[in-house]
């Protein structure tokens, strides 16, 4: 089994920036592309960024593209997800997440982190 375990959200103000990081246990970390998705209230959970198991590709959602910058340490086995300019529609709560493959779609993703809350105050 592959265990996830996000940190680093917390309360921020417009323009601010937060770090998230997702640490991996269980299983060789280099194994696994890892993706970030994110839950507003009410809202439905989206693909937030995606780095393949080297970290030489990524993708990202468009709203994020250009604030967001998704990356890994294989030797600290922790995927990271560095936000700036933060924006109040940014408010939700992020989950990290590992597959085989790295891409866009949450449904294949076979293991998921406990999530983290992020804030954006106006």
């Known amino acids: 089994q592959v265990q996830l375990v996000e940190s680093g959200g917390g309360l921020v103000q417009a323009g601010g920036s937060l770090r998230l990081s997702c640490a991996v246990s269980?299983?060789?970390?280099?194994?696994?592309?890892m993706g970030w998705f994110r839950q507003a209230p009410g809202k439905e959970r989206e693909f937030v960024a995606a780095?393949?198991?080297?970290?030489?590709?990524?993708l990202y959602a468009d709203s994020v593209k250009g604030r967001f910058t998704i990356s890994r340490d294989n030797a600290k086995n922790t995927a990271y997800l560095q936000m700036n300019s933060l924006k109040p529609e940014d408010t939700a709560v992020y989950y990290c997440?590992?597959?085989?493959?790295?891409?866009?779609?949450?449904?294949?993703?076979?293991?998921w982190g406990q999530g983290t809350q992020v804030t954006v105050s106006s």
């Open positions: 780095i393949n198991w080297s970290g030489s590709s990524t």
């Open positions: 997440a590992a597959d085989a493959d790295y891409h866009r779609l949450e449904k294949l993703y076979d293991y």
């Open positions: 269980g299983r060789t970390f280099s194994n696994y592309a």
